[in-house]
Each structure stands twice: as structure tokens, then as C-alpha cells.
């Protein structure tokens, strides 16, 4: 039963350098999601403020902000292609 000795048991100098790496590379990918985070966060906010401001200097407020590319789904005269009660986002009803 005591074949076994003193020898050591356990993950080593080669386990210890592994956990180091994979726990430095997570601390960069928390870090560069907090910066992305954050940049989406000042641009959403800005975009907020742009939208506030149109909508203050032409005295109406427009249901979306405008862009620069039609909407896929609107024909060629502007008219809404859905039925009246349908949401953008729905399928039809059968």
C-alpha cells in the first residue's frame, strides 16, 4: 500500500502557469468589454441627444431617427406595404 512515497501530488509550477495565463487573459477580456461598454453607452447617449435636439428645433417629435438607407419593405410611393394593425416586427396573420 505505501509504494507510493514522497512523491508530490498535485498540479505543479505547469498547473500554476496555466490558471496565470487563462486568469490574465480573462482580466484583458473584462477590461475590453467594460471599454466597448462604455463607448456604446456615450454613443447611445449622444444619439439621444441628436434625436432630442431634431426633434426640439423642427417643433415636432418623428417616430424614428432618420438614416440614410430606406427601409427594405417600402415601396417606391411611401405607402406602408403592411396592413393597417400589423406591427413592423410581426409576421402576417393568417
Do not use: C, H
Not at 2 to 18: C, E, H, K, M, V
Not at 38 to 52: H, I, L, N
Not at 54 to 68: H, I, Q, S, V, Y
Amino acid at each position: 500500500m505505501s509504494g507510493g512515497g514522497n512523491l508530490p501530488i498535485g498540479p505543479g509550477i505547469w498547473g500554476f502557469i496555466a490558471f496565470f495565463v487563462l486568469a490574465v487573459a480573462l482580466w484583458f477580456l473584462v477590461r475590453n468589454m467594460n471599454s466597448r461598454l462604455r463607448r456604446m453607452a456615450y454613443r447611445d447617449r449622444d444619439r439621444a441627444e441628436q434625436f432630442a435636439a431634431g426633434a426640439d428645433a423642427d417643433g415636432t417629435k418623428d417616430e424614428r431617427p432618420a438614416t440614410d438607407t430606406p427601409e427594405p419593405d417600402a415601396d417606391a410611393s411611401g405607402d406602408d406595404p403592411r396592413p393597417s394593425g400589423e406591427a413592423p416586427g410581426e409576421a402576417p396573420r393568417p
